[in-house]
């Protein structure tokens, strides 16, 4: 199929960027989005234009990488995907397909589609760990845990810290993203020692890094590529509201 493109060309952070449009050729429906992308790039060498630089490492949905908003939405048009696992047979020959970054003040453009989520590392390394003793690993049945909390916990866990989140909300909230961290922790027995303090400081951190608050709209959910719940959000005020209780 051929496809016009409309993708976003900066070349820094303080560049003011503008959409670069480009007539794609030979595109494979069978091709993922980031194959089509590394096929325009070819296309664009051949022709003496500088490639357009955007961010991947597994290609399968498990790094978190792929950040591009696709025709106005986070990760593309189809629910529970990453850009990656987005295939080019949803889209139609002759389409205009527009890509842009993800766009948020937290997450500045590095360049073209290429942003930097590193607001995100500071948030996960305020709290985003449990203290263990070194030595040998337990046996896995020595710390009971209940089958609803471990699932719970797990659905949690299954947050890839890709910002589609962020990029969907309109307050530019990570609330989705840090509520998926903290109640992965909060449900279980191994989470409990740093319990308070984790989401006390991943909670200012968040807000340090300049994200906004969360207003419910639940656009954050609906763009999630690992469908996490807005419970987690619930979860991780309700842990906020009780360990600044007893703080004081
Ligand atoms: S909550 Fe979902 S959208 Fe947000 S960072 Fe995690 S996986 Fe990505
Ligand atoms: S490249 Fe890893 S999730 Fe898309």
């Given at each position: 199929?051929?496809?016009?493109l409309?993708i976003?060309?900066?070349k820094?952070?303080?560049?003011t960027g503008?959409?670069?449009e480009?007539?794609?050729?030979d595109?494979?429906?069978d091709?993922?989005?980031?194959?089509?992308?590394?096929?325009?790039?070819?296309?664009?060498?051949?022709k003496?234009?500088d490639?357009?630089?955007?961010d991947?490492d597994?290609r399968e949905?498990?790094?978190?990488?792929?950040?591009m908003?696709?025709n106005?939405?986070?990760?593309?048009p189809?629910?529970?995907?990453?850009?990656?696992?987005?295939?080019m047979?949803?889209?139609?020959d002759?389409?205009?397909i527009?890509?842009?970054p993800?766009?948020?003040?937290?997450?500045p453009v590095?360049?073209?589609?290429k942003?930097?989520?590193s607001?995100?590392?500071?948030i996960?390394?305020?709290?985003?760990y449990?203290?263990?003793?070194?030595g040998?690993?337990p046996?896995?049945?020595?710390?009971?845990?209940?089958?609803?909390?471990?699932?719970r916990?797990?659905?949690?866990?299954?947050?890839i810290?890709?910002g589609?989140?962020?990029?969907?909300c309109?307050?530019?909230?990570?609330?989705?993203?840090?509520?998926?961290?903290?109640?992965?922790?909060?449900l279980?027995?191994?989470?409990?020692?740093?319990?308070e303090?984790?989401?006390?400081?991943?909670?200012?951190?968040m807000?340090?890094m300049?994200?906004?608050?969360?207003?419910?709209t639940?656009?954050?959910e609906?763009?999630?590529?690992k469908e996490?719940s807005?419970?987690?959000i619930?979860?991780m005020?309700?842990?906020?509201l009780?360990?600044?209780?007893?703080?004081?």
């Open positions: 199929m051929n496809l016009k409309r976003w060309r900066q820094n952070a303080n560049d503008g959409f670069f480009f007539e794609a050729t595109i494979s429906e091709m993922s989005f980031l194959e089509m992308m590394d096929v325009v790039n070819q296309q664009l060498v051949k003496d234009i490639v357009i630089e955007f991947h597994c949905g498990i790094c978190g990488m792929c950040s908003v696709i106005g939405a986070a990760h593309g189809q629910r529970g995907v990453t850009t990656c696992q987005l295939h047979r949803s889209f139609k002759g389409d205009t527009t890509i842009e993800f766009r948020a003040k937290s997450f590095v360049k073209d589609l942003v930097d989520r607001a995100f590392d500071r996960q390394e305020a709290g985003g449990i203290s263990v003793d070194t040998n690993a046996d896995a049945h020595s710390i009971p845990v209940g089958k609803a909390e471990a699932d916990s797990f659905m949690a866990a299954a947050c810290g890709c589609a989140c962020v990029a969907a309109q307050n530019s909230s990570a609330m989705l993203f840090t509520g998926a961290k903290v109640a992965q922790y909060a279980l027995p191994q989470g409990q020692p740093e319990r303090k984790r989401v006390l400081n991943m909670v200012r951190t807000d340090d300049g994200f906004g608050n969360c207003t419910n639940g656009a954050c609906m763009a999630c590529p996490i807005l419970e987690n619930a979860l005020n309700r842990e906020f009780k360990a600044s209780t007893s703080e004081r």
